[in-house]
Each structure stands twice: as structure tokens, then as C-alpha cells.
């Protein structure tokens, strides 16, 4: 028996026979061409069909994972339309004459070296394997078995992750990824277990072999011995009753044995997740990540009705639980096609959040209007996302007030009370919580982006994912001091990033005096039993 170590990605328990995914990847030559503008030809029409493509995927993704993680192959189709990207693939054809497949494959290359930020460097070379795929005709992806296998390949792309059959990939591992990658997160969502990071130890003489995926400790095991075997399918058999009786939760308080009480909702990025709230009995909507439906609305800006809509829905149904609507945190990762603010050379730590809302004014205000008619249906509150001065806030309020004003005026109802809160998701946020907590109604902490400013850390790189401690003393210390200034206050404080769902720290928080947190609604019943269990 050989045991293997790499990441855990999904949780679950998968024993199967192991299958290697074959990408017909031939070697890609450089070939002289005597009509360039016959190859750029081709080339366009290579582009017209991946765009139609990923139409296709985006589709097919939002039945499978939902459309905030299908908002991925939006992205895709914006990576396409790149002009820094498509200027150096026509490049390469015009000045080199060059065939196309060696043009994009060189140009993703080069591209990915320039870029600072590498936080969607898989979906980039996802785009282009697309891209000379096409190009090629020919390439034809294998997979050997018949039956239901475990899959293991040397990475796994969004666009592959998407399309697996529950019902025939019971669990897959990879030699690279990162923990935090768009894979990652559609393995999660579809639940299929998985471990990554196994590197070169995961080797092709493995193929056909049985293994198990252990999900939960980020382990594998090559031809188990019979011990391990009748272990492993004991605790699959386990995690299902598990399942089974977190359903039995639901209608049950969020109540430590001692009698402390802690609020649970949901994180959401779209109205088709409120359904997904409804069914986890959550208790509430504790960060609807808005900027979802600018990034769904094509080359346009959601008008105030479209959001109007999405937001009255998420009130309707919460009846008078509380909806915290984050204003878009556009930006960084996060785009949206209509808007357009060049080649940043570090878009993580650039204009994103409520920088592109202050500069944006029609933008914002539009949202803002939305936001305010929609708070008489329920208990809705607003928050800014990706503070770092006191004067951002007081500059967010005032375009709140200015568009108070303004329905005033047209006589449209609106809820002229409603509560406003702050992300805290810099270093700069926290040093200065006590004032920004005299500013507004409640915090919410991102550990997320808190994380990796904290440690000058891209979560998504995986060559630092040894040293990337989401557990790390400075990180507690600033939730504490957070928590200690808000409170001081007489306000409100949650945790709304994946720290929220860490049941490892669940104590932690409570002890902490953490009045809610907010996970995926997956995650709800999982957080709740954690508490129940709390001495």
C-alpha cells in the first residue's frame, strides 16, 4: 500500500479504480505561413467558436454549480477579448508569420510572465488549450474506463471540473492546484471528494490501480490492504448517516450547551441561491455578493429594476431575517465586461470595491436606489466592501443620502433607516475599527482577502500554500481587536469568509464574541451541530 499527502480539497470518501486523463495534447510546431491574413482568418473564427463554447458552458454551469460559480466561463469569455492577450497572439502571426496554434500557445506564455497577478492563470491557459483545440480539430480528450473511477490528471481545468459526471467520477486527485482555484471551488460545490497538490509522487503506473480518497485528511491510498479497505468503506457509510442527521437539525437553535447564542446565515451571489438558504435554514442572507449580477449582465450595467428585482426577492424571501446586500465589490478578479479600466499591474490590490463605486457615481447611486426600495419588503441592510479610510465611508453615506433625497423627491418608498455596515478586509480597517465602528451599524470581516493582505500572500499561488497560514497569530489578533473595538461601540460583528466555516475555530469566535457567521449554505447545518456540541 502506498500512501500519498497533498491538499484536501472536497470532502468525502471515494474508492475506485484509478483513471488518467489523457489530453490529446500533440506537440505544437512553429510553422512558417505565406497568408498571414488567411491565418488570422482562421484564427477568428477559432476565437467565434470558443466564445460560443463558453456560452454553452456558462449554461450548463449554472444547472450544475450555480450561476456565481458559472460566472467563471464569463470571465473566459472576457479573457478572450483581452487586447494586452489577442494583440500578442495577431502579433506573433503579422510580424513572425507564424501559424496560429504556436501563436496563442507562445503569447499565453509570455502573457502569463508579464502578469503580476496570477490569481486566473488556469483559467488563461484554460482559454487557450480551448483556443488550439479548435485550431488543431483533431485533439481528442480519453478516458479508459467504462465504470465508475476516480480520476487523476496533472491538473484539472475549470472547464473540465464543470462537466464531471457525478455518476461516473466518484472523486478525482491532481499533481498542482491551489486550494483556492476555480476547480477547487466547483469540486466543493458538486461535491465530489478530492485532494490536490500530490505532485510527481502521483505517477502514470498508478493507472487502473485501486485507491481511496480520504477528502477529509487530504490523503490517497494506492492498492489498500483489506484493513484499510473495510475502514474507509465503514467511514463512507458513516459520512452518509452523518448527512442523514444533519438534515434533523434543521428548526434547532445555534446554542452552545451552556446556553450561548450565536447567528448562522448564508452567503449568496445570486436570487437562484436564495433557494439554496431557504432549504439549509439559515438564518438569514449574510452577505449577498452583488457584484454577481453586474458580472452576469453581458456588456451592460444592471439596470436599478433588474436589481430591484434580485434584491425585493432576497427580502421576500427572508421575511424579517436580516439581508446584508454588499455593494459590487467589482474588481481584482471580479469583472465585469461593461467595465473597463485598462491592464492593472496588480489588479488584487488595485481599483476594485468601493474605489470603482466612488469613481463609478451613476453606478453606484443606481445600486444604491435599488438597494433602498427593496429594504421595505424585508430586513435588508447595505455594506461597503474593501474599506481602508474612515473618509471612503463617510463619502459612501453621503451618496446614500443624496439618493434618499432623490426618491424622496420622486415620491418613491424606500427604507429611509436602513442599517449600514463595512467589510473589514485590510490591515488598514483594522488599526482603525473603533472610528470606522462609530461610522456604522455592524462589521463583517473577509478573512479571505484579510489573509492574504495580512500575509502578503496570494491565496491563489500555490508555490506559497506551505506558508499560507489562514490560522496565523496576526490574523487572530486582528479579529480580536476588531471584535473588541465594534463591540465597545455597541454594534454588530460577523465573518463572512471560508474562516467562518473552519469548525476549528468555531469555539474560538464564540468565545471571541462573534455575533454571526456566515457560510455557504452547504455549510449551515455542519456550523450549527459544531455549536450545539460546544461545552
Known amino acids: 500500500m502506498i500512501t500519498l499527502t497533498g491538499k484536501k480539497v472536497s470532502e468525502g470518501i471515494a474508492i475506485g479504480k484509478l483513471s ?28 467565434e467558436r470558443a466564445l460560443f463554447e463558453l456560452q454553452e458552458l456558462y449554461g450548463i454551469s449554472i444547472r450544475e454549480v450555480g450561476k456565481a460559480n458559472a460566472a467563471i466561463f464569463e470571465q473566459q469569455q472576457a479573457i478572450l477579448d483581452t487586447d494586452a492577450l489577442w494583440n500578442r497572439i495577431t502579433g506573433i502571426i503579422l510580424e513572425d508569420k507564424l501559424n496560429a496554434e504556436y501563436a496563442v500557445k507562445t503569447a499565453t506564455e509570455e502573457y502569463l510572465k508579464s502578469e503580476r497577478d496570477k490569481g486566473n492563470e488556469s483559467d488563461i491557459r484554460d482559454v487557450a488549450v480551448r483556443m488550439i483545440r479548435i485550431l488543431s480539430r483533431n485533439w481528442k480528450d480519453k478516458l479508459f474506463m467504462d465504470e465508475p473511477f476516480i480520476l487523476a490528471a496533472g491538473d484539472l481545468y475549470p472547464s473540465e471540473a464543470v462537466q464531471l459526471d457525478k455518476e461516473r467520477v466518484l472523486g478525482f486527485v491532481t499533481k498542482y492546484g491551489t486550494i483556492n482555484s476555480h476547480t477547487a471551488i466547483i469540486a466543493r460545490t458538486k461535491g465530489i471528494p478530492s485532494v490536490i497538490g500530490l505532485g510527481e509522487s502521483l505517477k502514470s503506473e498508478y493507472e487502473g490501480k485501486t485507491i481511496i480518497i480520504d477528502g477529509f485528511e487530504g490523503r490517497i491510498y494506492i492498492e489498500p490492504d483489506y484493513t484499510l479497505l473495510t475502514k474507509m468503506k465503514q467511514r463512507q457509510d458513516e459520512n452518509q448517516v452523518h448527512i442523514t442527521n444533519l438534515e434533523r437539525l434543521k428548526g434547532k437553535e445555534n446554542i452552545t450547551q451552556s ?21 439549509s435554514d439559515a438564518g438569514g442572507i449574510g452577505l449577498f455578493r452583488s457584484e454577481f449580477l453586474f458580472m452576469e449582465n453581458g456588456n451592460r450595467q444592471p439596470t436599478e429594476e433588474q436589481q430591484f428585482q434580485a434584491y425585493k426577492l432576497a427580502a421576500e424571501s427572508m421575511g424579517m431575517n436580516r439581508v446584508v446586500i454588499r ?7 471580479k469583472k465585469a465586461s461593461f467595465l473597463e479600466f485598462g491592464n492593472e499591474p496588480n489588479p488584487a490590490m488595485g481599483l476594485r470595491g468601493i474605489r470603482i463605486s466612488l469613481e463609478k457615481e451613476e453606478m453606484f447611486k443606481t445600486q444604491l436606489r435599488a438597494i433602498l426600495r427593496a429594504a421595505i419588503y424585508g430586513n435588508v441592510q447595505v455594506m461597503f466592501p ?35 455596515g463595512v467589510m473589514i478586509e485590510t490591515p488598514a480597517a483594522v488599526m482603525l475599527s473603533g472610528e ?18 495580512t500575509l502578503g500572500m496570494d491565496r491563489n499561488n500555490e508555490l ?19 471584535a473588541n473595538n465594534v463591540h465597545l461601540e455597541g454594534k454588530s460583528i460577523s465573518i463572512c469568509g471560508d474562516l467562518a466555516a473552519d469548525l476549528t475555530m468555531t469555539e474560538y469566535f464564540i468565545q471571541m464574541g462573534i455575533d454571526e457567521l456566515s457560510v455557504a449554505p452547504d455549510q449551515v447545518l455542519a456550523l450549527r451541530k459544531k455549536i450545539r456540541e460546544i461545552q
Not at 436570487?271 to 432549504?279: A, F, G, N, Q, S
Not at 463617510?394 to 449600514?420: C, G, W
Open 259 to 279: 446556553g450561548q447564542k450565536i447567528d448562522i446565515c448564508a452567503n449568496i451571489g445570486t436570487r437562484e441561491d436564495i433557494e439554496r438558504v431557504i432549504r
Open 327 to 333: 455593494t459590487a465589490d467589482l474588481g481584482g478578479d
Open 436 to 453: 470606522l465602528a462609530r461610522e456604522v451599524d455592524f462589521f463583517s470581516i473577509g478573512t479571505n482577502d484579510l489573509t492574504q493582505f
Open 464 to 482: 506559497i500554500m506551505n506558508h499560507y497560514d489562514t490560522h496565523h497569530p496576526a490574523l487572530l489578533k486582528m479579529i480580536r481587536i476588531v
Open 386 to 420: 474593501m474599506i481602508t479610510t474612515v473618509e471612503e465611508v463617510v463619502q459612501a453615506k453621503e451618496y446614500l443620502e443624496k439618493v434618499k433625497q432623490e426618491l424622496k423627491a420622486e415620491k418613491v418608498f424606500f427604507d429611509e433607516n436602513i442599517k449600514v
Open 20 to 47: 488518467f486523463y489523457k489530453r490529446d495534447i500533440k506537440e505544437i510546431r512553429h510553422i512558417y505561413v505565406k497568408d498571414v491574413e488567411k491565418e488570422i482568418s482562421r484564427l477568428q473564427k477559432a476565437k
